[in-house]
Structure formats: C-alpha cells, structure tokens
C-alpha cells in the first residue's frame, strides 16, 4: 500500500460549531461532504477525542463554516490547534445566531450551513456524522480554502511547481513546531506577521511564536 495515494484526495477547510445552553466550541475540520441533495445532507467526520465531539452528541446539531482561502494561520491555528476544553475559541470571534441556535463563524466565511444530526457511523477513532441541512447561506464571494492550498501554502511549503523550488529549498533551513507541526521555512519567512521571506530562523525576534498554534521560537526544531 502506497500512502502517498492518500495525499491525492482533495479536502476543503472548515470550521464545525456545535453546543448548547451556552456551552459551545468550534474545531477545524476538512472531512465534510454532501451526501444527497434531495433531502440535502451532508457528513462530517471528527475525532472523538475532541471537545466538540462530545457537543454533537449532547446537542445534536452542528454548524459548518466554509473557510476562505484568505482565512490567516492564527484563525486556523485557534480552531484547529487549540481545545475548546482549554480556552473560549469563539470569545472574540464574529458570530451570528441562526435556526440551530449554535453560533456561526463568520469571519474568514465565504458560506454556512446549519445541520441537524440524523445519524451516526462510529468508525473506530472517528464518528461520521449524518444530518439534514435546515439553513445555508452565502457570506462572501471569496474562493474557498482547499486543504491543499492551506498545506502548500499556507503551511509554508513551496509548491513543487515554484520555479525557485529546489535551489532555494536546499540553501535555506526549515524549523518544524513540535507542538503543531507548522513548518518555518527560511525562503518564505512569514510575512502575515512582518517577517520577510529569507529572514534566518535565528533572527528571528523573541516575541515570534508559531503563527498555527502560537508556540515560541524553543518549541521548534531544525528539520
Ligand atoms: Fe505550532
């Protein structure tokens, strides 16, 4: 079995809000699909280690937001990186309330849609999710985020197809976060937070923590 062929299936990005009576949380998630459009479901698959997990079950509803392709690292590093057991994730976030009561995301939106859970699937570490769409609509005319391009780009790998690609992958050091495995590439920098690409990882100001999960400079290592 070759698992490079997994790397080939194309995901979007999203964040799935679920919760009730007060109580909700929201994650990164970039296993959603529709399943039929007649009644419209769609599925959703989560770790069922994870805080929203147990609020799917417990509320029986969920919402997905359909991250644009200009959504920051710091956005995604909240939902995806951080546990709802641990910090409020939609304390300084733009939300709204719909149908399902569930707040949604809609900052870094281009689209929502409110589900009603149906059905379930445990499969081992993951649950699907199955659930009947009650309210959708459009937030902004952006592109959607694909989970490729948050990978390549966004995750500071240079596309393969970069002209500059091999030259400079093999000048320049990469630093790798041992807590979110955010890659820090010397070629690239980070320029969402002010670093210009080509600045040296040990230049690096003191105060720049990792732009996914938020780490400091000690927590990566030299790749
Ligand atoms: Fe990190």
Request: hydrophobic share 35%; proline share 4%; charged share 20%.
């Amino acid at each position: 079995m070759n698992k490079m062929a997994f790397y080939k299936i194309t995901y979007g990005l999203y964040v799935i809000t679920s919760g009730q009576d007060g109580k909700f949380n929201g994650q990164i998630a970039n296993s959603m699909f529709q399943v039929t459009s007649n009644p419209a479901t769609v599925a959703i698959s989560i770790n069922k280690e994870n805080y929203t997990y147990g609020l799917i079950k417990l509320s029986r509803k969920f919402v997905v937001s359909i991250l644009s392709q200009s959504a920051p690292m710091n956005f995604i590093g909240l939902f995806g990186f951080k546990s709802g057991r641990d910090v409020d994730k939609l304390q300084n976030i733009k939300t709204k309330t719909g149908m399902s009561k569930v707040p949604i995301v809609l900052e870094n939106t281009v689209a929502y849609i409110e589900v009603e859970l149906e059905k379930e699937l445990d499969c081992g570490t993951h649950t699907i999710f199955i659930g009947n769409i009650i309210e959708s609509d459009i937030v902004s005319s952006e592109e959607p985020m694909t989970y490729a391009y948050y990978q390549q780009v966004k995750g500071g790998k240079s596309p393969k197809t970069a002209p500059t690609y091999v030259k400079a992958e093999q000048a320049a050091a990469r630093y790798v976060c041992s807590v979110c495995g955010y890659v820090y590439d010397e070629v690239l920098g980070d320029p969402g937070n002010g670093i210009n690409p080509g600045t040296k990882f040990e230049d690096l100001p003191q105060s720049w923590t990792c732009p996914v999960c938020g780490a400091d400079k000690s927590k990566f290592e030299k790749k």
